[in-house]
């Protein structure tokens, strides 16, 4: 069985700064997406970014760019420039050809003046 | 462009009251829907998903119960609310992996 297993429950960073959030993930599958999620204090959950398993490249949008180590099994973001904004709870998830997402237990990220 | 509504955003019922929080999205056919709980300051636990018009999957067994009659509406209902009930409440939608949320509805049983 696929799990996500995202091990900071909290981390805080100075505005300006950069932030790396972790998640690892473990499956037997070879062609899978995983995602970042974030959830602001408003509750929307928005999706922040994805990433292929097929693609060597990591993905990026804008501040926000991921490290993906397939044999590893990693999947970081990281959060450059920090905002204020950009305080929120973050889900790390993980998708294959079923119906369902596996999340992560998130990670909340405070981000100060 | 797709969007999702989920109404009521907020809800305050007493113990043993029935529930009925409706979902509904537009722009896209035949998604796949999902209900999803989450307490406070805690993750996302799936509690129904349907691929379809009167398929509904059931991840855990609990005092709730999910409906979709209609290919873009997805209702989640209870006859009797649990205070283990409360909390925040997120209907998804998903064509091919990745998921979309609604804006969530905020339930509290006194």
């Known amino acids: 069985a696929q799990t996500v297993t995202q091990s900071q429950p909290e981390m805080s960073v100075q505005e300006a700064e950069t932030v790396t959030l972790s998640c690892t993930y473990d499956?037997?599958?070879?062609?899978?997406?995983l995602f970042w999620y974030k959830q602001p204090p408003s509750r929307q959950m928005i999706l922040v970014i994805r990433?292929?398993?097929?693609?060597?490249q990591n993905a990026t949008e804008n501040r926000f760019s991921v490290n993906f180590q397939k044999a590893a099994k990693s999947f970081s973001l990281k959060i450059s420039d920090s905002q204020l904004g950009d305080t929120a709870m973050y889900f790390c998830?993980?998708?294959?050809?079923?119906?369902?997402?596996?999340f992560g237990t998130g990670t909340r990220l405070q981000v100060f003046p | 462009s797709q969007t999702i509504h989920q109404w009521p955003a907020t809800l305050v019922q007493p113990v043993g009251s029935p529930l009925s929080l409706e979902c509904t999205v537009e722009g896209t056919s035949n998604p796949n829907l999902y209900w999803y709980r989450q307490a406070a300051g805690r993750g996302l636990q799936l509690l129904f998903y349907s691929v379809g018009i009167g398929q509904i999957s059931s991840e855990v067994p609990q005092n709730l119960s999910a409906s979709r009659p209609q290919d873009r509406q997805f209702i989640l209902s209870s006859k009797k609310l649990l205070l283990s009930d409360s909390g925040f409440y997120l209907c998804a939608w998903s064509v091919l992996i990745e998921q979309f949320f609604g804006p969530g509805t905020r339930l509290t049983v006194l």
């Open positions: 499956t037997s599958e070879n062609n899978y997406y």
């Open positions: 998830a993980f998708g294959y050809n079923t119906d369902k997402l596996i």
């Open positions: 990433q292929e398993a097929y693609k060597q």
